[in-house]
Protein backbone atom coordinates (compact mmCIF):
# COMPACT_ATOMS: atom_id res chain seq x y z
CA UNK A 1 0.00 0.00 0.00
CA UNK A 2 2.56 2.76 -1.32
CA UNK A 3 1.64 6.27 -0.96
CA UNK A 4 3.72 7.28 -3.64
CA UNK A 5 5.41 4.85 -5.80
CA UNK A 6 7.70 5.54 -8.92
CA UNK A 7 8.74 2.98 -11.86
CA UNK A 8 11.61 2.64 -12.58
CA UNK A 9 13.41 2.52 -9.64
CA UNK A 10 16.80 2.78 -11.76
CA UNK A 11 16.86 3.62 -15.37
CA UNK A 12 20.46 3.50 -17.70
CA UNK A 13 19.85 5.03 -21.29
CA UNK A 14 22.11 6.20 -23.85
CA UNK A 15 22.56 9.77 -24.58
CA UNK A 16 19.84 10.80 -27.03
CA UNK A 17 17.50 8.47 -26.11
CA UNK A 18 13.81 9.33 -25.25
CA UNK A 19 13.00 7.96 -21.68
CA UNK A 20 9.47 8.67 -19.36
CA UNK A 21 9.15 7.76 -15.29
CA UNK A 22 5.79 6.92 -14.17
CA UNK A 23 4.58 8.34 -10.87
CA UNK A 24 1.38 7.23 -9.31
CA UNK A 25 -0.31 8.42 -5.48
CA UNK A 26 -3.05 6.55 -4.06
CA UNK A 27 -3.39 9.06 -1.11
CA UNK A 28 -6.04 10.99 -2.78
CA UNK A 29 -4.36 14.28 -3.23
CA UNK A 30 -5.11 16.81 -6.71
CA UNK A 31 -1.55 17.94 -6.27
CA UNK A 32 1.67 16.56 -7.88
CA UNK A 33 5.33 17.86 -8.62
CA UNK A 34 8.47 16.87 -9.91
CA UNK A 35 11.83 17.28 -8.09
CA UNK A 36 15.07 16.81 -9.64
CA UNK A 37 18.15 15.89 -6.98
CA UNK A 38 21.92 16.33 -8.53
CA UNK A 39 24.78 14.76 -7.31
CA UNK A 40 25.36 16.96 -4.66
CA UNK A 41 21.83 16.13 -3.15
CA UNK A 42 20.50 19.92 -4.38
CA UNK A 43 16.84 19.31 -4.85
CA UNK A 44 15.05 21.55 -6.98
CA UNK A 45 11.24 21.61 -8.15
CA UNK A 46 10.52 21.39 -11.88
CA UNK A 47 6.88 21.16 -12.49
CA UNK A 48 3.73 20.70 -9.92
CA UNK A 49 0.10 19.71 -11.27
CA UNK A 50 -3.32 20.38 -9.59
CA UNK A 51 -5.86 18.13 -10.63
CA UNK A 52 -4.48 17.38 -13.87
CA UNK A 53 -3.73 21.65 -14.33
CA UNK A 54 0.33 22.55 -14.89
CA UNK A 55 0.45 25.47 -12.15
CA UNK A 56 4.46 25.72 -11.48
CA UNK A 57 6.58 25.07 -14.67
CA UNK A 58 10.43 26.31 -13.11
CA UNK A 59 13.27 27.02 -16.19
CA UNK A 60 13.37 23.43 -17.55
CA UNK A 61 14.64 22.36 -21.19
CA UNK A 62 11.35 21.23 -23.06
CA UNK A 63 13.21 18.00 -23.75
CA UNK A 64 11.06 17.51 -20.40
CA UNK A 65 7.83 17.20 -20.45
CA UNK A 66 5.27 16.16 -18.22
CA UNK A 67 1.99 14.62 -18.57
CA UNK A 68 -1.48 13.78 -16.09
CA UNK A 69 -3.53 11.36 -17.43
CA UNK A 70 -5.32 11.98 -14.31
CA UNK A 71 -5.05 13.40 -10.79
CA UNK A 72 -3.62 10.09 -9.27
CA UNK A 73 -0.27 9.94 -12.15
CA UNK A 74 2.14 12.24 -12.95
CA UNK A 75 4.32 11.07 -15.79
CA UNK A 76 7.70 12.72 -16.70
CA UNK A 77 8.88 12.15 -20.33
CA UNK A 78 12.59 13.14 -21.00
CA UNK A 79 13.28 13.82 -24.73
CA UNK A 80 16.88 13.54 -26.37
CA UNK A 81 18.09 12.65 -23.10
CA UNK A 82 21.63 14.54 -22.17
CA UNK A 83 24.66 13.44 -19.62
CA UNK A 84 23.61 16.31 -17.42
CA UNK A 85 19.96 14.78 -16.76
CA UNK A 86 21.69 12.48 -14.73
CA UNK A 87 20.16 12.66 -11.31
CA UNK A 88 17.80 11.22 -9.22
CA UNK A 89 13.89 12.41 -9.87
CA UNK A 90 11.29 12.52 -6.97
CA UNK A 91 7.74 12.62 -7.25
CA UNK A 92 5.40 14.06 -4.85
CA UNK A 93 1.66 15.11 -3.94
CA UNK A 94 0.07 17.20 -1.62
CA UNK A 95 -3.51 18.10 -0.99
CA UNK A 96 -4.66 21.43 -2.44
CA UNK A 97 -3.72 24.27 0.16
CA UNK A 98 -1.81 21.79 2.23
CA UNK A 99 2.25 22.41 2.64
CA UNK A 100 2.81 19.11 3.24
CA UNK A 101 3.84 17.35 0.40
CA UNK A 102 4.28 13.17 0.44
CA UNK A 103 7.29 11.77 -1.57
CA UNK A 104 7.95 8.85 -3.65
CA UNK A 105 11.33 6.63 -3.67
CA UNK A 106 12.74 8.26 -6.67
CA UNK A 107 13.89 6.78 -9.65
CA UNK A 108 17.97 7.40 -10.66
CA UNK A 109 18.05 8.04 -13.88
CA UNK A 110 22.15 7.34 -15.33
CA UNK A 111 22.01 8.73 -19.31
CA UNK A 112 25.90 6.97 -20.45
CA UNK B 1 13.46 34.82 -4.67
CA UNK B 2 12.61 32.74 -1.40
CA UNK B 3 16.28 30.79 -0.72
CA UNK B 4 17.18 28.44 2.08
CA UNK B 5 21.19 28.06 3.69
CA UNK B 6 21.97 24.87 5.97
CA UNK B 7 25.26 23.81 7.38
CA UNK B 8 26.96 22.56 5.16
CA UNK B 9 28.28 18.56 5.96
CA UNK B 10 29.16 16.01 6.17
CA UNK B 11 28.38 15.79 9.97
CA UNK B 12 29.84 13.01 11.87
CA UNK B 13 28.91 12.53 15.37
CA UNK B 14 29.44 9.64 17.88
CA UNK B 15 25.97 7.91 19.38
CA UNK B 16 24.45 10.28 22.06
CA UNK B 17 25.48 13.45 21.08
CA UNK B 18 24.26 16.50 20.53
CA UNK B 19 23.40 17.48 16.98
CA UNK B 20 22.46 21.03 15.53
CA UNK B 21 21.96 22.08 11.86
CA UNK B 22 21.79 25.27 11.14
CA UNK B 23 19.16 26.75 8.85
CA UNK B 24 18.79 30.30 7.59
CA UNK B 25 16.17 31.62 4.79
CA UNK B 26 15.37 34.26 3.17
CA UNK B 27 11.66 35.13 1.65
CA UNK B 28 8.72 37.55 1.38
CA UNK B 29 5.46 37.20 3.49
CA UNK B 30 5.48 33.81 5.96
CA UNK B 31 6.54 30.98 4.69
CA UNK B 32 6.04 27.82 6.36
CA UNK B 33 9.37 25.59 7.37
CA UNK B 34 10.27 22.17 7.44
CA UNK B 35 12.63 19.69 7.96
CA UNK B 36 12.51 16.62 5.62
CA UNK B 37 14.66 13.41 6.19
CA UNK B 38 16.18 11.47 3.42
CA UNK B 39 16.87 8.28 5.01
CA UNK B 40 19.79 5.97 2.64
CA UNK B 41 18.19 4.90 -0.78
CA UNK B 42 14.76 6.42 0.25
CA UNK B 43 12.68 9.83 -0.58
CA UNK B 44 12.24 12.65 1.16
CA UNK B 45 10.21 12.24 4.57
CA UNK B 46 8.70 14.55 6.80
CA UNK B 47 10.59 15.09 9.77
CA UNK B 48 8.96 18.24 11.51
CA UNK B 49 7.64 21.53 10.26
CA UNK B 50 6.30 25.20 11.66
CA UNK B 51 3.90 27.24 10.04
CA UNK B 52 4.01 30.71 12.40
CA UNK B 53 7.21 32.70 14.17
CA UNK B 54 7.71 31.18 17.86
CA UNK B 55 6.01 27.62 16.95
CA UNK B 56 7.99 24.52 17.61
CA UNK B 57 7.82 21.66 15.37
CA UNK B 58 9.48 18.08 17.16
CA UNK B 59 9.35 15.08 15.95
CA UNK B 60 11.06 11.56 17.39
CA UNK B 61 13.30 13.78 19.26
CA UNK B 62 14.75 16.65 16.92
CA UNK B 63 12.98 19.91 17.85
CA UNK B 64 13.20 23.35 15.69
CA UNK B 65 11.81 26.43 16.35
CA UNK B 66 10.63 28.93 13.62
CA UNK B 67 12.86 32.76 14.25
CA UNK B 68 11.49 35.50 12.60
CA UNK B 69 13.50 37.88 14.35
CA UNK B 70 16.77 35.42 12.90
CA UNK B 71 15.07 34.30 10.25
CA UNK B 72 16.31 30.93 11.57
CA UNK B 73 14.79 27.28 12.23
CA UNK B 74 17.92 25.45 13.15
CA UNK B 75 17.55 21.79 13.61
CA UNK B 76 18.44 20.22 17.31
CA UNK B 77 18.45 16.31 19.06
CA UNK B 78 19.84 16.15 22.74
CA UNK B 79 20.77 12.56 22.02
CA UNK B 80 21.45 11.07 18.43
CA UNK B 81 21.41 7.47 17.39
CA UNK B 82 23.10 5.10 14.72
CA UNK B 83 19.65 5.22 12.78
CA UNK B 84 19.68 9.05 12.54
CA UNK B 85 22.07 8.59 10.06
CA UNK B 86 20.98 10.48 6.77
CA UNK B 87 20.88 13.91 4.97
CA UNK B 88 18.81 16.25 6.09
CA UNK B 89 16.87 19.09 4.44
CA UNK B 90 15.71 22.61 5.59
CA UNK B 91 12.53 23.95 3.59
CA UNK B 92 10.57 26.84 3.07
CA UNK B 93 7.33 27.18 1.51
CA UNK B 94 6.13 30.44 0.26
CA UNK B 95 2.58 30.07 -2.50
CA UNK B 96 2.74 26.11 -1.90
CA UNK B 97 6.04 25.59 -3.61
CA UNK B 98 9.00 24.18 -1.44
CA UNK B 99 12.54 25.59 -1.83
CA UNK B 100 15.38 23.22 -0.01
CA UNK B 101 18.57 23.81 1.12
CA UNK B 102 21.55 21.93 -0.01
CA UNK B 103 21.26 19.07 2.41
CA UNK B 104 23.25 18.14 5.22
CA UNK B 105 24.98 14.62 5.34
CA UNK B 106 24.48 12.88 9.09
CA UNK B 107 26.40 10.33 9.99
CA UNK B 108 26.18 8.72 13.58
CA UNK B 109 29.07 6.39 14.48
CA UNK B 110 28.11 3.36 17.51
Known amino acids: DTAVSQTPKYLVTQMGNDKSIKCEQN?????MYWYKQDSKKFLKIMFSYNNKELIINETVPNRFSPKSPDKAHLNLHINSLELGDSAVYFCASSFPGSNEQFFGPGTRLTVL | GDSVTQMEGPVTLSEEAFLTINCTYTATGYPSLFWYVQYPGEGLQLLLK?????DKGSNKGFEATYRKETTSFHLEKGSVQVSDSAVYFC?????????FGAGTTVTVRA
Open chain 2, 50 to 54: ATKAD
Open chain 2, 91 to 99: ALDNDYKLS
Open chain 1, 27 to 31: LGHDT
